[in-house]
């Protein structure tokens, strides 16, 4: 049986059908790269949220008993966490509220948004006055949202990286270019020649490469072509 190919562009997914098995391939996802917390009040209760990028489980573990001995006098540190390339590792903790109220709704908030390797702590102090399991819902989803718009958040996406070579009379032309497809440089050597290392969009590069080409007749050399995750910041996210 040969492959096929169908695109979800809504969720950034691609299903590939091959050998008898279709497979689910998430090709564009979303990680904190820095830490965040944000707070909200319902009904006199403060629920601070606490944003962690975490590589495993022992670290998410580690973060939320430094939490607990942080906040020993709140009523409640739920939290939630998801890790791997596709979030095959899910765990939650209500810590005491009802069932199903706080850690899944700070669950869906990652899984929702298509959040991998992150952690959210959302601490509860009581304020006297119960929520009901609607209240707690949105209260404990709606400060883990909070969290996240405090959080440094990168997007990553298919990319490429590359070498490209120039003399000196092309490269006021390619930084043009380079600048109007927002592509930053990493690395930049002057010799005999420029030589340039780039990381970008795997979606763009075809697009700068025809562009370079034709701006320098051919004289620019694209060199050592690796499909490479690209990372892009997020400047507002939910």
Not at 83 to 105: C, H, V, W, Y
Not at 175 to 191: A, C, F, M, R, T
Request: charged share 25%; glycine share 10%; net charge negative.
């Amino acid at each position: 049986m040969g492959k096929y190919v169908i695109f979800l562009w809504d969720s950034f997914k691609v299903m590939e059908w091959n050998n008898e098995r279709l497979e689910l391939i998430v090709k564009e996802y979303y990680i904190v790269s820095a830490f965040g917390q944000g707070e909200i009040v319902e009904k006199k209760s403060r629920f601070i949220a606490q944003v962690f990028p975490i590589e495993s489980e022992e670290e998410a573990l580690l973060y939320i008993e430094e939490i607990k001995k942080k906040y020993w006098d709140a009523r409640h540190n739920c939290y939630a966490f998801v890790l791997g390339e596709n979030n095959e590792i899910q765990r939650f903790s209500d810590d005491g509220e009802p069932q199903g109220t706080a850690g899944k709704p700070i669950l869906e908030v990652l899984s929702g948004n298509n959040v991998h390797n992150t952690l959210i702590v959302v601490t509860r102090y009581f304020g006297g006055t119960l929520l009901g399991t609607g209240g707690l819902v949105r209260a404990y989803g709606g400060s883990a949202k909070e969290g996240l718009k405090n959080a440094v958040v990168k997007q990553v996406c298919e990319g490429v990286h590359f070498g490209l070579q120039t003399d000196y009379n092309s490269i006021g032309k390619i930084k043009y270019i380079l600048g109007q497809l927002n592509v930053q440089p990493e690395s930049e050597e002057y010799g005999a020649d420029v030589m340039m290392q780039i990381s970008m969009a795997k979606d763009l590069f075809g697009e700068l490469q025809s562009q370079i080409t034709d701006a320098t007749s051919g004289k620019a050399v694209f060199s050592e072509i690796e499909e490479a995750p690209f990372y892009r910041e997020v400047e507002s996210f939910l």
